[in-house]
C-alpha cells in the first residue's frame, strides 16, 4: 500500500477499495474509491475508531458465491465482522453512503444504483446501524475518501470542490 507523509513526524496510510473490495483500517490512515452506480459504505465504530469502507456493486448475491463485498447482502455482515475483528462493536456503528449515480441514459424504473441503495438501508436498519450521512443519486460519478479513525467522508464531483457528509 502506498503510504504518504502528512508532516514530518506522521505517515498516512492510503488504500483504495475498487469493485466488490472492503478495506478496513483505524488512525493514521484513509481509504478511498472511485464510484458511479456503485455504493461506498463506509461504517465505523465512533468510540473505538476503527472503520472501514465496501464498494458495493450489486444489491443482491441470489446465492452467488463471490467476493463478500460485491453484494449488498454480504458486504455489510462482512463489513461488520471485519471491524469486530479489530476491536470494533456493532453497538457503537454508524454508516455514511455515497455512490448508486444513474450512469446510463436508458435506464428505466428502479435503477442498480437506486436498488443498491434500498437494500443497503434495509440491512443496515435491521442491524440498528444508522446511517448519519450521504450523497446519493444524480448522474456523475464521484470520489470518496473515508478516515476511519474519525468517520469523516470527503465526497468529491468533477469539476466541484469536495464537500464532507
Not at 481509504?31 to 461504517?43: D, F, M, N, P, T
Not at 460485491?70 to 455512490?99: H, P, W, Y
Amino acid at each position: 500500500m502506498p503510504e504518504r507523509s502528512i508532516r514530518q513526524s506522521q505517515t498516512i496510510k492510503v488504500s483504495s477499495v475498487r469493485m466488490g473490495e472492503i478495506v478496513v483500517g483505524g488512525e493514521d490512515e484513509l481509504i478511498k474509491s472511485l464510484l458511479g452506480s456503485c455504493i461506498g459504505l463506509a461504517v465505523y465504530d465512533r468510540i473505538v475508531g476503527i472503520g472501514g469502507l465496501a464498494h458495493i456493486v450489486l444489491p443482491s448475491s441470489e446465492g452467488y458465491i463471490g467476493p463478500p463485498g460485491k453484494f449488498a447482502d454480504t458486504a455489510i455482515s462482512e463489513l461488520i465482522r471485519r471491524i469486530e475483528e479489530q476491536g470494533g462493536c456493532q453497538r457503537n456503528m454508524v454508516a455514511k453512503l455515497a455512490g448508486g449515480a444513474r450512469m446510463f441514459h436508458c435506464e428505466s424504473s428502479l435503477t442498480v444504483g437506486e436498488r443498491n441503495l434500498e437494500t443497503i438501508k434495509r440491512h443496515l436498519q435491521e442491524r440498528s446501524i444508522p446511517v448519519c450521512g450521504q450523497h446519493c443519486g444524480g448522474t456523475s460519478g464521484r470520489r470518496m475518501v473515508f478516515y476511519p479513525r474519525t468517520g469523516r467522508v470527503t465526497i468529491g464531483l468533477i469539476g466541484e470542490k469536495s464537500i464532507e457528509i
